[in-house]
């Protein structure tokens, strides 16, 4: 049985609540369209989200404990307490799914959505280590396009590991959320942290997942925070200017069967 936990910032930390809400309500929705019944979806949060949308392999744990002050997206990066707190979630997560014994967890952001295959696959492969996901999309809110990100997806992506929950639960147990640094289990690290305990990750066979961008609560790809990642000078916006051009070019509109495998609908403003 695949667990997907998502950890779930605050209210606090949202630009709009409503809006987290409602893209975690859409992430769910592709989480629930598996197309095998073994799975169920664990959410560690603050406050329980306002969602129309319910499902009974649905579970809310509430963080045990106190969610960051707020944060400035624009003025502050990297913002360490936001990844502090997202990991704590996760670590929350990991040992709360003793009580269920999955088999595997995949670690994922609380608004990008997922492959419908992931948990059969999963299901017909109980005993691997995990996976990392290598390929996927990119989809930038509200414009119709998918950009193929076609290696490193995890690179980019936090919902991009699946991995094995014994190995997760060692790795857990060896970490408190009181002097947790804030890379634990960061998903350009995740692989590092499995190879520490003896086991290595394989490259999922397909697309897994949906990285979704600039919907107004991304902490990191903001179009405000990219802006300021790449510089204020000319030569910096021209750059940031043509990476966003290439990408719109290289985009491909959704269609049919990429709605019915990850669930893409754009959320209304």
Known sequence: MLLFLVPLKSSKMSNSWENTCALLERSLKSICAQTSS?????VVCHEQPRLEFQHPTIEFLSASFPAPEPINYEDQFPMREARRDKHRKILQGILHAQQVQPSHIMLMDADDLVSNSLAAFVNQHEAEPGWYID?????????????????????????????RFDILE?????TSLSDMHHRFLHHQDVRKFVEKQGFSLSPLPFSGAVYITNHGDNIWASQ?????RYGQTPKAFALFYLRKFFKAMASRKKNDALVQEYGIYDIAS
């Open 135 to 163: 390929k996927g999309f990119e989809y930038f809110e509200g414009e119709g396009q998918l950009f193929p990100i076609r290696k490193r997806f995890y690179g980019k992506c936090g919902s991009s590991h699946i991995v």
């Open 38 to 42: 073994k799975f169920r979806v664990l």
């Open 224 to 228: 405000g925070v990219l802006l300021k």
């Open 170 to 174: 060692k790795i857990a147990q060896t």
